[in-house]
Antibody
């Protein structure tokens, strides 16, 4: 069964940094573009970023461009999201997902930005 | 980026009602559109992909239609388990934007 397991969430102060990981299993991770999607408390889904199959192409929402970096390690079947200069409005559950080819989502990890 | 406008934002309906949700793209996305159902505290669940293809295991009362910029999700006969929030998402490009969501409430 396909699994996406996020980790790395937690409480961080405004201006701080955090790295999220997403461990993938039971599919050929290196063949699929991967994305991060977030959902602030009580709000809708917001696409955050996508990385291409090779990792050479990265795409960001305007709200995180210049502060977040998506990457992947195909040898470890792992997706990453490095977040810096965090703001209160970045507080959300962060999901990793594959959307192109087939559709699968992790259970999410909560990031809280607060002093 | 492609903007997705979903309507209505809230919908009150009764069990057995036919329900339609609309999603409009700011530019043509062909049929690169997905519909999701989300319940509180859960990850989104895919219902429809490529605008009209029913995901395996999803009840046939769910259907999708449209192409280009106008899309609809229809629930033919609303069931108690269907009260949830629904989102459209375009994946015509790697900037895979969502609609604002439609909450389907009990009337």
């Amino acid at each position: 069964e396909v699994q996406l397991l996020e980790s790395g969430g937690g409480l961080v102060q405004p201006g701080g940094s955090l790295r999220l990981s997403c461990a993938a299993s039971a599919f050929t991770f290196s063949s699929y573009a991967m994305s991060w999607v977030r959902q602030a408390p009580g709000k809708g889904l917001e696409w955050v970023s996508t990385v291409s199959v090779s990792g050479g192409g990265t795409y960001y929402a305007d709200s995180v461009k210049g502060r977040f970096t998506i990457s992947r390690d195909n040898s470890k079947n792992t997706l990453y999201l490095h977040m810096s200069s965090l703001r209160a409005e970045d507080t959300a559950v962060y999901y990793c997902a594959t959307i192109w080819g087939f559709n699968s989502w992790g259970q999410g990890t909560l990031v809280t930005v607060s002093s | 980026d492609i903007q997705m406008t979903q309507s209505p934002s809230t919908l009150s309906a009764s069990v057995g009602d036919r329900v339609t949700i609309t999603c409009r793209a700011s530019q043509s996305i062909s049929t690169w559109l997905a519909w999701y159902q989300q319940k509180p505290g859960k990850a989104p669940k895919l219902l429809i992909y490529k605008a009209s293809s029913l995901e395996s295991g999803v009840p046939s009362r769910f259907s999708g239609s449209g192409s280009g910029t106008e899309f609809t999700l229809t629930i033919s006969s609303l069931q108690p388990d269907d009260f949830a929030t629904y989102y459209c998402q375009q994946y015509n490009s790697y900037y895979a934007t969502f609609g604002q969501g439609t909450k389907v409430e009990i009337k």
